[in-house]
């Protein structure tokens, strides 16, 4: 079980996820009292040529909270391409853009980690044929570099899972696969249970969250995501993959996230007992 990079810090003024960038150290150290196995890493648009994961001398001092505490860098949240988007976009924006994703490929692998996320939704998402043809063409550019550093792209959509399935197996390679948002899902209005089905065979790690219909980020189990039902899906498919807290929190972070971790344990645990 992993946390997104900022839910162990003060919440941002003006949005719910930004890379801590005053607090991203003692993060390492609060994860593990937490009882976390990792952090997700987010480089986000904002400030990414600052972002430690992209220097050198950043890398060490990360690698150095690493090797202190414990705490792994699991997987890098790719927030950077909801606004520099791989779709939608100018053909020499596109092209830096792939470049930008090639680099951060092997900066991941770097680092140790062996996941990026990719959001393909809100201001990312493929709303028509067109806009996926262009995305996956530039994500197959993209698939010499995660291959050569073994390094899994994990596609994170909020469409129908049966579409959702479609366009992930389109690219037929183990390196890209479907990161599903618990959330996400449930705000669209499917029920998570069901819908997490169509992506099964794919599923590389999840994003668990709670949301309003059609509305806003709740602690877990006050939104719509039906997670007694969507637990015991992946239990009785033997899902054993990454569970990644990207839950809300509030002005006690690490209260409402500790709370938000009790439940996540709780609702798993209830799942394997059913299924024994």
Not at 2 to 28: H, I, N
Request: glycine content about 8%.
């Amino acid at each position: 079980m992993g946390v997104m990079q900022g839910r162990l810090s003060p919440k941002p003024a003006d949005r719910l996820q930004a890379f801590p960038a005053a607090t991203w150290e003692a993060e390492f150290g609060a994860a593990h009292d937490a009882g976390f196995d990792f952090i997700e890493w987010i480089f986000e648009a904002d400030g990414a040529r600052n972002n430690p994961l992209w220097s050198s001398e950043g890398q060490r001092a990360i690698r150095k909270k690493i090797s202190e505490t414990g705490v792994t860098v699991s997987s890098v949240c790719a927030d950077f391409f909801m606004v520099h988007r791989l779709a939608g976009t100018s053909a020499a924006e596109g092209r830096c853009n792939v470049n930008i994703l090639q680099q951060l490929i092997e900066r991941t692998a770097e680092l140790g980690a062996r996941r990026i996320l990719l959001p393909l939704l809100e201001t990312s998402a493929l709303g028509s044929p067109e806009l996926e043809a262009e995305a996956r063409e530039n994500l197959w550019q993209c698939l010499p570099a995660a291959e050569r550093y073994d390094v899994t792209i994990g596609l994170e959509m909020d469409i129908p899972g049966d579409q959702y399935a479609r366009f992930v197996s389109s690219f037929d390679s183990p390196r890209i696969r479907a990161y599903y948002d618990s959330g996400n899902s449930a705000a669209q209005g499917y029920d998570i249970a069901e819908d997490v089905r169509h992506v099964l065979p794919m599923l590389e790690a999840v994003h668990v969250k709670d949301r309003q219909l059609h509305g806003h980020s709740r602690m877990l189990g006050e939104g719509v995501a039906n997670f007694p039902g969507f637990f015991s899906t992946l239990d009785e498919a033997g899902f054993r993959g990454d569970f990644v807290l990207q839950s809300y929190f509030g002005e006690d972070y690490l209260f409402d996230t500790l709370r938000n971790l009790n439940y996540l344990k709780v609702q798993v645990g209830r799942a394997r007992r059913r299924a024994a």
